[in-house]
Structure formats: C-alpha cells, structure tokens
C-alpha cells in the first residue's frame, strides 16, 4: 500500500498526503476496505483533540472520507460514514482560541462548514445507499435534538422524504415521529414528497435560469399592462412586517445570494381585478428593485405564474446557493422554501401544508421582470408578487445574484 493510502500508526504528517489522494484510490480503498479509513480518522481526530495535528487540515481530510464512504453503497461504509459525522469530527477543529471579533466569526465559519459536511453526508447516503442499509442507523430514539447524531439522521429522513422514499419503515417512522414531539423542524415537513413539489432537485435542460425577456414571455403568459392597475397601484399603502420578510427572503439570505433579498408587503383598499394585477400595477410600487431606468435595455414585464414554479425558484435558491454563499441541502432547501411560500401568502405556521397547497390555488401569483440597476441580469433574478384571495393584500419578492465580486448592499 502507498504512504497516499494512511493506515493507523501512520507519521502525524501522513493526512497532508493523504488529503491528496486521488478519488478513484479512496473510492477504490472504501469499497475494499473501508476500515482501514475509519480507523485512521479514528486516529487522526485523537491527534486534533490532543493538539498534534492542524486542525483545519484533518477537518478538511475527514470531511473528504466521510463523503467517500457515504457514496460507497454498503451498510459498513453507512455506518462508517455516520459514525465520522456524528462523533469523529473535530469540533470546532479550524476554531482558533481567541476572544476578538476575528475568532468569533472563525468559529462561526467552522460551525457553518460543519452543518455543510453534515448535510453533504445526509444527501449522498440517501442517493447512494440502500434503504434497509440506512434502518440500522435509526434503531435508538433521541432524547433530544441537539448534537450531530441526531441532526444528521434528522437531514438524511429529509433526503428520503424528497426522493419519496422512507415512509412506511418502522424504525424510520419512530424516529420521525420523535422528532416531531421534540420539535425539531425538519420534522414538520411532510414525510413524503407533495404534488406541488415536482420540480425540487430536478433538471430540465433548456430550464435554468430566467434571465432575458425573451425566455419570459416564452415559458409564461404575459399579463397586459392596464391603466386601472396603475391607478390602483398609486393608492396602495405598505405594511410593515420585518418577521414576515425575514421569512420571505430566507431562501435568499441563508443561500448567500449577492443582493439583500427585497420583501415588501402592500394593501389596496379595494379588491383589484386579476385584469389589473400586472406590470402596471407593480410599477406604480415604492419598490426599490424598480427604482430607475439602469443600464440595461427592455420594458418591465409581468407574466402569470404558478405556486410550484414560485416553490421550486425558492427552493433552488437554498439549494444551490449564491455566488457568494453555499447550498443548503435538499432538507433544509425545503423548509426554507416552505417558509417563504408560506410568508408570501401570510400564513400562519400551523397552518398544514396540504391546506396551505389548497389555499394557494385561490391566489394570484405573477413573475416579474425589470431592467434597472438593482437587478443584475447575470448568474440569476427572480421577482414574484402574489395577490391574496381577498384581491387587497399583495406580497412582493425580489432577488439578484452576480459573480462580478462586489460587496452589495440591499
């Protein structure tokens, strides 16, 4: 065996070179011999605790093991992969010991990068493993929801709910269902994948990113711009809700996306015609993603929309992550967009999804479009607004991304 393949006992500098390995040879080393990887992650994370390795470097390095046994189907290599997450992991390996500002946003960082390795774990072992291979890993309750062990098993419950699988096993189900008495939110989602969420994670080519006029108006109808909209659209007032908003833009701001997302919520004082729900409206909006003409040539637009397009724009966007941010993981993705699909129609958080999918039918949902500075028309723009069933409260929803690198402020 290689010194790029580390067994136990192994020089402390050793995980410098086995951090460089090659995929194929520890894809190739986890299929084989899965052991000989834990039990020398086993013996790293000894040296991390004790002060003789650098812990930015083996975090990195058992990180990268537990993804590989993850994706290598076996119920040992499950196991392993679990294990590494939940009890192995440095905490805080990369934290340095400082009081200052600097170290506080340190720690901050390596708790973020852990909730990412964490959730990268839950995804890949749902993709990856066979459902009777994971059920061992759910044969003790929790007692509570803190701590790794219980927060990974609690992601990887919310993978399978969203490739619909999982429900109906017992230990999966009791497990689920403690989760749900101890409050933990992932355990209020549906356990299986709704209608409404037909598009999560999936990829249609030739459906990305809406980012011209053109690819508007040819996936969705265009709503004619009308002089009453524009009447009714100066006599609308705001209403401030900063605990709504917070919720509405979470997809946005929790995903790292350039721009502060815009969440702004407004009242006519009486009900508006579908007819005049349009571009003429939101136009006439104090909004300051319409603020100016910009640099950018085309007219605003507005076209007619659909609650599972908004949810699956909202979920991509946790999901995959700003340019200056990361992706969420498919469970979190969805409880964020069920938050933001939920403000948008100013429901409350009891309200049961399935009521909230049926209610969703009685509004009015539009997709926008402007060409002003505070759009960037480059990695991706998304503006929503939705009428509520009594045709007087509106909810407005705008977010920008761009990889150009600067510092934006909303």
């Not at 004790?50 to 076996?74: F, H, P, Y």
Request: hydrophobic share 40%; aromatic share 6%; charged share 25%.
């Amino acid at each position: 065996m290689s010194r790029n393949h580390v067994t136990p006992g192994d020089d402390a500098s050793d995980h410098h070179l086995w951090g460089r390995s090659e995929p194929a040879d520890l894809k190739n080393l986890a299929e084989h011999r899965p052991e000989v990887l834990y039990e020398a992650l086993e013996e790293l994370c000894r040296r991390v605790s004790g002060g003789g390795a650098d812990g930015a470097s083996a975090a990195r390095t058992v990180g990268r093991i537990a993804e590989t046994l993850a994706d290598t189907r076996s119920r040992e290599c499950a196991a392993f992969a679990v294990d590494i997450v939940s009890r192995l992991l440095p905490s805080g390996a990369t934290a340095r010991k400082d009081t200052d500002r600097q170290g506080t946003d340190r720690k901050e960082a390596d708790r973020e990068a852990g909730d990412r390795l964490l959730r990268s774990v839950a995804a890949r072992l749902a993709k990856a493993q066979q459902l009777r291979d994971l059920e061992p890993l759910f044969g003790e309750l929790p007692e509570g929801i803190e701590g790794p062990a219980v927060e990974l098993r609690a992601c990887l419950l919310g993978e399978l709910a969203l490739i619909g699988s999982g429900l109906g096993r017992r230990l999966l189900d009791a497990y689920a269902e403690r989760l749900r008495e101890l409050g933990h939110p992932l355990a209020q989602l549906p356990r299986e994948r709704l209608d409404i969420e037909h598009r999560l994670t999936v990829r249609v080519r030739g459906l990305g990113s809406i980012k011209t006029s053109k690819q508007l108006r040819s996936r969705f109808p265009e709503i004619p711009p009308t002089d009453s909209g524009a009447d009714a659209g100066r006599g609308a007032g705001e209403t401030q809700d900063d605990v709504r908003a917070t919720a509405l833009a979470g997809p946005f701001t929790l995903g790292g996306w350039a721009r502060e997302p815009e969440a702004r919520f407004f009242t006519v004082p009486s009900p508006l015609s579908t007819d005049d729900f349009g571009i003429s409206f939101i136009k006439e909006l104090p909004l300051d993603c319409l603020a100016g003409e910009g640099g950018h040539r085309g007219s605003a637009l507005a076209c007619a929309t659909t609650p599972d397009d908004v949810l699956n724009e909202l979920f991509s966007a946790a999901y995959n992550g700003g340019v200056n941010g990361h992706g969420q993981g498919g469970a979190y993705a969805r409880l964020y967009a069920w938050g933001s699909l939920y403000a948008l129609m100013g429901l409350a958080a009891d309200v049961p999804y399935l009521e909230a999918v049926r209610r969703a039918a009685d509004h009015r949902w539009l997709r926008f479009m402007a060409f002003t500075d505070w759009f960037h028309h480059d990695t991706a723009d998304v503006a929503f607004a939705v009428l509520d069933p009594t045709r007087t409260r509106v909810a407005v929803l705008a977010a920008t991304d761009t990889d150009a690198g600067q510092d934006l402020v909303g």
